[in-house]
T-cell receptor, first 114, second 110 residues
Framework: DAGVTQSPTHLIKTRGQQVTLRCSPK?????VSWYQQALGQGPQFIFQ???????QRGNFPDRFSGHQFPNYSSELNVNALLLGDSALYLC?????????????FGPGTRLTVT | RKEVEQDPGPFNVPEGATVAFNCTYS??????FFWYRQDCRKEPKLLMS???SGNEDGRFTAQLNRASQYISLLIRDSKLSDSATYLC???????????FGSGTKLNVKP
């Protein structure tokens, strides 16, 4: 049973550039959430996708956008990168999208913005 | 005010010790609660859910106090392999919107 997978594992970008991160959920899961984890902090919720729609969003600017595909995989896009966007980006999947269900995390993509 | 607050630690304990972590949450409408474990530079992994009646899994015991809005995790007979950061997680309701604490770091020493 494949767990949550993410790509790439590491990425280095320059300020002002755009980046796309990818996530495939755990088998049987249809809901994907994205988190940003800065060094020494807990993960911060960015947004959640279910049925190809953004269902919930945290306190992140519009530079952060996403997409979910019919096979439940998801992408996170960040435009106009800032130095402060350097972090570990985590994808988590769950099913069904109701309160109380555990989330399972992928290994993350470590983004460095220079 | 943060949704979830934890003592960052670190907690430095010898092998075999009992250690307890607490976590407070601000939203009284929160519906479900979890403890995750995160090893250095790895993803968080679910340790256990926290139920209203309290629950135990081997050396780990989780408690929920809704009236005081706090969650606790007790680890008995600490092992070196328990060294990690423990994240308190609260789900406030619809659609699995999770709030994480900043984590409590545990170092178990020989």
């Amino acid at each position: 049973d494949a767990g949550v997978t993410q790509s790439p594992t590491h990425l280095i970008k320059t300020r002002g550039q755009q980046v796309t991160l990818r996530c495939s959920p755990k088998s049987g899961h249809d809901t994907v959430s994205w988190y940003q984890q800065a060094l020494g902090q807990g993960p911060q919720f960015i947004f959640q996708y279910y049925e190809e729609e953004e269902r919930q969003r945290g306190n992140f600017p519009d530079r952060f956008s996403g997409h979910q595909f019919p096979n439940y995989s998801s992408e996170l896009n960040v435009n106009a990168l800032l130095l402060g966007d350097s972090a570990l980006y985590l994808c988590a999947s769950s099913s069904p999208p109701r309160a109380g269900y555990e989330q399972y995390f992928g290994p993350g993509t470590r983004l460095t913005v220079t | 005010r943060k949704e979830v607050e934890q003592d960052p630690g670190p907690f430095n304990v010898p092998e075999g010790a009992t250690v307890a972590f607490n976590c407070t949450y601000s939203n009284s409408a929160s519906q479900s609660f979890f403890w995750y474990r995160q090893d250095c530079r790895k993803e968080p992994k679910l340790l256990m859910s926290v139920y209203s009646s309290g629950n135990e899994d081997g050396r780990f015991t989780a408690q929920l106090n809704r009236a005081s809005q706090y969650i606790s995790l007790l680890i008995r007979d600490s092992k070196l392999s328990d060294s990690a950061t423990y994240l308190c997680v609260v789900n406030t309701g619809n659609f699995n919107k999770f709030y994480f604490g900043s984590g409590t770091k545990l170092n178990v020493k020989p």
